[in-house]
């Protein structure tokens, strides 16, 4: 029996059982094993075929944005009204058959906008070019899940479920759980918490369902079944997602109304230039970047062409972002600004001050 047999087996195998006290124990055994059974699905196979066009691309710019959706919902028009990249576009399905870069440039940021080919139901398992087109999403500091509005709200929940079939968190932060492997001394298990939809049993029934009877656990927050399957396996990826709801100029009123005010929801008419500005506002909040503005020593800062970094970044981010030689070389650094303790005078700083946006910052080397 192939992998996919077995997961689709799990899967029939947990719908027909009740959820209830008595069978928790069982079905988180059943999620571990089908998680299992996801990320073997996932792993590259050892064969080595034909060469043939490669479909990733190269990582550029100050962040990178994927594009999913099912055929022919705009994806590719849209990276060519907000990038000026052309994107082939037609009124059939599967227009796009790699992975096409274009670049947002705002705010002095540039911002990769990866437009992936349409996702077919059943992507996770490898059908169409899913399995490409998760793996490369995974790449991405923000997704953004391109919808028509005219179709039922399906068209999302079916997204969702590949996406989180390739371990995709959407929306989602890392539980707060630590999980320290150990080669004796049996299972220690802690909580700091009172555990309301999972309970101890399940924890040591997963653990030993990975074969794991010698570690360390510490559990920070109320966490489920899921989530300590997701720390288990550690190559789950949580990342921002914005839905964008494509033709609204064809729906209502009404329902354009009602879309809007979805959480985490943009809608959008490509076709009419229709609020594409805001979206790219929205993608700017989303990805958490600041702008340090470099200044030498006796001259003007560089108002033109600002370092772009995610916040929380230090003076050693900002110095790795100018020359990877200005690190290692490091003396101390002048900040004027928000971070500056003395604003609106600099205040010397080393490299773990952290800077905030909109920071002028001078580097001194030895």
């Not at 029939?12 to 059982?17: D, P, Q, V």
């Not at 600004?337 to 001050?353: D, E, T």
Request: aromatic share 6%; net charge positive.
């Amino acid at each position: 029996m192939g992998i996919v047999e077995k997961i689709k087996e799990i899967e029939e195998e947990m719908a027909r059982t009740q959820k209830n006290k008595a069978t928790e124990y069982h079905l988180g055994l059943l999620k571990a094993k089908l998680a299992r059974y996801r990320a073997q699905l996932l792993e590259p196979t050892s064969k080595s075929g034909p060469a043939g066009v490669g479909f990733d691309v190269q990582k550029s710019g100050d962040a990178r944005v994927a594009l999913i959706g099912f055929p022919s919902v705009g994806k590719s028009t849209l990276l060519s009204k907000t990038t000026h990249t052309a994107s082939e576009t037609a009124a059939y399905e599967f227009t796009t058959l790699t992975a096409i870069p274009g670049v947002i440039e705002y705010q002095g940021a540039r911002i990769q906008l990866l437009d992936l080919p349409g996702i077919v139901e059943g992507a996770s398992q490898g059908r169409g070019r899913g399995r490409q087109v998760v793996a490369t999403a995974k790449t991405a500091d923000l997704i953004l899940i391109m919808l028509d509005a005219m179709k039922s709200e399906e068209q999302r929940r079916l997204l969702e479920i590949e996406l989180d079939a390739v371990g995709i968190r959407l929306n989602k932060k890392k539980p707060d759980v630590v999980f320290k492997r150990r080669t004796t001394g049996g299972i220690t298990l802690n909580t700091t918490v009172k555990l309301t939809k999972t309970d101890e049993k399940t924890i040591r029934t997963i653990l030993a369902g990975y074969k794991l009877h010698n570690c360390d656990v510490m559990i920070r927050e109320d966490i489920t079944t899921d989530e300590f399957i997701d720390v288990l396996i550690g190559n789950r990826k949580y990342v921002p997602c914005l839905y964008v709801y494509n033709k609204i100029d064809a729906i209502s009123l009404e329902q354009v109304d009602k879309l809007a005010r979805t959480k985490n929801t943009i809608v959008i008419s490509c076709e009419m230039d229709l609020n594409l500005d805001y979206l790219i506002e929205r993608i700017w909040e989303e990805l958490g970047l600041v702008k340090i503005y470099t200044k030498k020593r006796g001259a003007r800062p560089d108002l033109d062409d600002p370092v772009c970094l995610r916040k929380g970044a230090t003076i050693e981010d900002v110095c790795i972002g100018i020359h990877r030689s200005l690190a290692s070389n490091f003396r101390y650094g002048l900040v004027w600004g928000r971070s500056s303790k003395f604003s609106p005078h600099a205040q010397k700083v080393s490299l773990n001050h952290q800077v905030q946006d909109e920071d002028v910052v001078s580097i001194f080397t030895k």
